[in-house]
Structures are given as C-alpha cells and as structure tokens.
C-alpha cells in the first residue's frame, strides 16, 4: 500500500473548546460559541464514522501533543498554557494529563485578577501595588480579545502604539 492509497480509520481524536465531559463524549460548555451546550459529539462522530471516538478539552489536546512530539519529550511534568479566547493551564505530571474535579483542572480563565497596577499616595515613585477592590475574571484581562479591546480603545483614543 502506498502512501496516497486510502488507510482504514481506525479513531477519532477531537479536541474541543471549553469544559467536556470525557466519558459520556459531550461538550458541555463553551461561552465563547452560541449555543455550545451539551452538545453530544462524541456519539454524533461515532455514528457517523463506524469508529471509537476520544473528546478531550483543545488545550489538554495540545498539552499531549507537546508531551508525545513537542517541547514537552523527554520531560516527566510540565505546564502548558493556552491564551485563546478563553485561558486554560494544563498540568502534567509524570507523563500524565490532570483532570481534576469535574474534569475543570486548568480552567484558569475564570479566577479573579487585579484589573490594573495604580499608583497610591505615600508610595515611592516607582513601586506600583495592584487595585485589589477591582477584580475582574482572567480572560476578561489577558485574552486575546481581552487584550484587542483594549489596544482598540487606545488607539481609537488617539494613543499610539509602540
């Protein structure tokens, strides 16, 4: 058989954005799609194809990527991050890919950061501290469209870029 001759497929592996759940084969959420709820892929694959079907998160999808052909040979434990639409972490640890609780494990995206660094009175110039009374979730500050906004908003101000 040559290379341009037609191989059985022998599975499916999908990774999907947001929070799945791996055993029954569903993508549960995404905010970032309309009406990415509950949406049952695995099995609408499977029917499809005649073939097993493994769902696993886009970003723990490339964490084993990186672990099987990428940066991540070689090493028993590293983190990988995903700055997206969304923000994720993935931790392996001795090879393996941590789900977690729920299968939420890296779903960093949601945890509150300061909005910007201030200056407050009484402080030498130069040392910043963070405005903690204003919270906003991770993605809502470093992703990339988080981060367009804002280069927008300035340049739509008359700010220059540098």
């Known amino acids: 058989m040559t290379d341009l001759q037609a191989r059985p497929v022998l599975g499916i592996g999908v990774g999907v954005p947001g929070v ?14 309309q ?17 097993d079907v493994f769902l696993e998160n886009n970003i723990r999808s ?3 990527a990186e672990l099987w052909f990428g940066q991540g040979r070689g090493l028993d434990s ?6 997206r639409t969304g923000i994720a972490a993935v931790l392996v640890v001795q090879r393996d890919v941590l789900h977690g609780r729920n299968n ?3 779903e960093i995206g949601y945890c509150l950061c300061p909005v910007a660094p201030v200056q407050r009175s009484g402080e030498r110039a130069g040392q910043i501290a963070w405005a903690c009374d204003q919270l906003r979730p991770l ?15 300035a340049l739509k101000s008359g700010r220059q870029s540098a």
């Open 104 to 106: 939420l494990s890296g």
């Open 20 to 33: 799945i759940d791996p055993k029954r084969q569903i993508a549960l959420h995404y905010p970032h799609i």
């Open 78 to 83: 590293f983190v990988c991050l995903g700055i």
């Open 62 to 64: 490339m964490a084993l």
């Open 35 to 51: 009406g990415w709820e509950n949406i049952p892929l695995g099995q609408r694959l499977a029917k499809r194809f005649k073939v």
């Open 139 to 153: 993605e809502e500050t470093a992703s990339v469209p988080a981060i367009l906004k804002t280069v927008g908003a």
